[in-house]
């Protein structure tokens, strides 16, 4: 005799929302598919929102900040997780853990030439979080 199953019913419990202050059960599948979509797939920001204002009032620096080295970029490079899923570029970590060795030296001088130049590219200000 086979084990009973449950014939691929739903394993997701009933989800609340609230509507208009009052609190109610989603039970279909479609709706709880839609609820979960909503938290967790939110819209890119846009780039142009993360502008850094014209005259910014920042306070006193707590540190002098010193340029980024190569060895610095070569550590955190290292400890990169080769298969994470890749940024708004599309390229995966790997390629960066692979060439490392020609890669580090052009990405110092690309790192610290935007802090000297006080340019500072606006993909660079979104992040992208895969939920997975």
């Known amino acids: ?6 014939a691929g019913r739903a394993r997701i419990p009933a989800l609340k929302r609230e509507v208009d202050g009052q609190s ?3 039970v279909e599948n479609e ?3 839609s609820l979960f979509f909503n938290k967790f797939f939110i819209p890119p ?5 993360a502008s850094i204002p014209r ?4 306070p006193k ?13 070569d550590m955190a490079v290292r400890q990169l997780a080769p298969y994470k899923a890749p940024g708004p570029n599309g390229v995966p970590n790997v390629v960066f853990k692979k060439a490392r060795e020609v890669l580090v030296p052009y990405l110092g ?3 610290r030439a935007s802090v000297a130049l006080n340019h500072y590219i606006e993909e660079w200000k ?6 997975i």
Not at 61 to 73: G, H, N, V, Y
Not at 126 to 131: A, E, G, K
């Open 24 to 26: 109610e059960n989603v």
């Open 31 to 33: 709706e709880k598919s």
């Open 45 to 49: 920001a846009d780039p142009a929102a």
């Open 1 to 6: 005799m086979r084990p009973q199953t449950d």
């Open 109 to 111: 001088r690309i790192f």
């Open 55 to 58: 005259r910014p009032k920042y």
């Open 126 to 131: 979104v992040t992208r979080t895969v939920v």
């Open 61 to 73: 620096p707590a540190f002098k900040l010193e340029a980024i080295t190569d060895r610095q970029i």
